[in-house]
């Protein structure tokens, strides 16, 4: 029996990303089974992906999930009896369970069923993450030790942990600091995505997060770091030696500050994807991170980055380009930590204190609502500001 993985075969993709789907016949009947992958036309050829940083690991993925599905059926076949093939797609979807025997080994399960989630590579990374600080832990090892007062436990001592020190910080001296609360909630965040699928799978009876909600909080900052324009300038006025890194890191940092993406999308880019209407290059694109759309349009300066690589980003690698960025911003004589996703800030604030309405600045960032957004307006202070204009103009 052929099985077979099909790229978007209900032609939904209209040159954005089309989900990768494996497919089987049962009596002349195809069915199709949904492997969470997305891509793009131009990264799926001769039955593999291909342009994309992350193409090893998803190729790993499909071949795992097309080995169970070859090896499910080549079960029934062998047994005699019919094929149900909603049994298949459970079996195949659902590794390490049978009708009987429901998987026990948390985190072998954890560790198949996040390759599962209809994720980008930069959140799987969570989860890969989220596993190794559970294995370190050593104290939630079974579904049984998924209790509440576990899960406390859980939350003090990820909060003791501390980030490791790259190179730079070593030779700077500096000492290593405890992980935010942004990303402890991230593993927070993944571990209840798992239970949940748990739950619905009949592996564990409750989540225990359903006891705790709003106990773990995201802690995010009110306000955001970014640039202000005359920082901006100062970004721009500087030229290092064309070709070198440092010049790599600048003309990237521009492309991002001047068009919101974040560092993933920017290294995706592909003006292939660009229509020029009246001399203005516009495209609707989907965030990598999210699939969530954004609008896009390129403006002079990112024009001018464009130009002089051949219409393609300057490519660098993310740890690397945050280590420069601290020397470019040095250099430009600006005293705050620059990184990368400063700029995609820098974007979202400059556009709001130059009066674009805050629903369109959510729409230029891929912003799944406006409350997303309006951390930058609190940074600005706006409305807070136009409410003393307003009294300004009455007296």
């Not at 090893?56 to 047994?79: F, M, P, Y």
């Not at 069923?113 to 596993?131: A, C, F, N, S």
């Not at 992980?179 to 965040?189: P, R, W």
């Not at 729409?363 to 307003?390: N, P």
Request: proline content about 4%; glycine content about 6%.
């Amino acid at each position: 029996m052929k099985t077979a993985i099909i790229f978007d075969h209900r032609n939904r993709a209209n040159g954005g990303e089309g989900p990768l789907e494996l497919r089987f016949t049962v009596d002349r009947k195809a069915y199709y089974i949904a492997t969470g992958i997305r891509v793009r036309k131009s990264e799926w050829k001769h039955d593999e992906i291909v342009n994309r940083d992350d193409a090893d690991i998803l190729n790993d993925r499909l071949d795992a999930i097309k080995k169970r599905l070859d090896d499910e059926l080549t079960a029934w076949i062998a047994s005699g009896e019919p094929i149900d093939p909603a049994a298949v797609k459970k079996r195949v979807m659902n590794p390490g369970r049978t009708e009987d025997k429901p998987c026990t080994d948390m985190y072998d399960w954890m560790d198949e069923q996040y390759r599962l989630l209809p994720y980008k590579y930069g959140t799987m990374k969570h989860y890969i993450t989220l596993i190794a600080r559970l294995r370190e832990y050593g104290k939630m090892m079974s579904w049984d030790d998924l209790t509440t007062e576990n899960l406390y436990m859980w939350d003090a001592w990820l909060h003791q942990l501390r980030k490791p020190l790259t190179d730079a910080d070593k030779k700077a001296g500096r000492t290593a600091a405890f992980i935010t609360d942004g990303a402890v909630y991230n593993y927070h965040k993944c571990l209840k995505a798992l239970i949940s699928r748990a739950v619905r799978f009949g592996i564990i009876a409750m989540n225990p997060y359903d006891r705790l909600r709003g106990v773990f909080k995201r802690g995010d900052r009110e306000t955001v770091e970014y640039l202000t324009e005359d920082e901006m300038k100062a970004i721009e006025s500087i030229h290092p030696l064309p070709g070198s890194q440092m010049a790599v890191t600048r003309d990237l940092f521009v492309f991002q500050m001047y068009t919101g993406m974040a560092y993933c999308d920017a290294q995706s880019f592909d003006i292939g994807e660009y229509r020029n209407k009246d001399g203005r290059w516009v495209a609707v694109n989907e965030r990598t991170k999210t699939g969530i759309p954004y609008i896009s349009q390129l403006l002079p300066p990112v024009v001018d980055v464009l130009e002089r690589y051949g219409w393609q980003v300057p490519k660098i690698q993310n740890a690397r380009y945050n280590e420069l960025l601290k020397y470019l911003g040095e250099v430009a004589g600006i005293r705050k930590r620059i990184t990368s996703h400063m700029a995609r800030h820098t974007f979202a604030t400059w556009a709001l204190h130059n009066k674009v309405e805050l629903h369109v600045v959510s729409q230029m960032l891929g912003h799944s609502s406006t409350l997303m957004t309006q951390r930058y307006a609190k940074t600005l202070g706006i409305d807070v500001m136009e409410a003393f204009d307003r009294l300004q103009k009455t007296l």
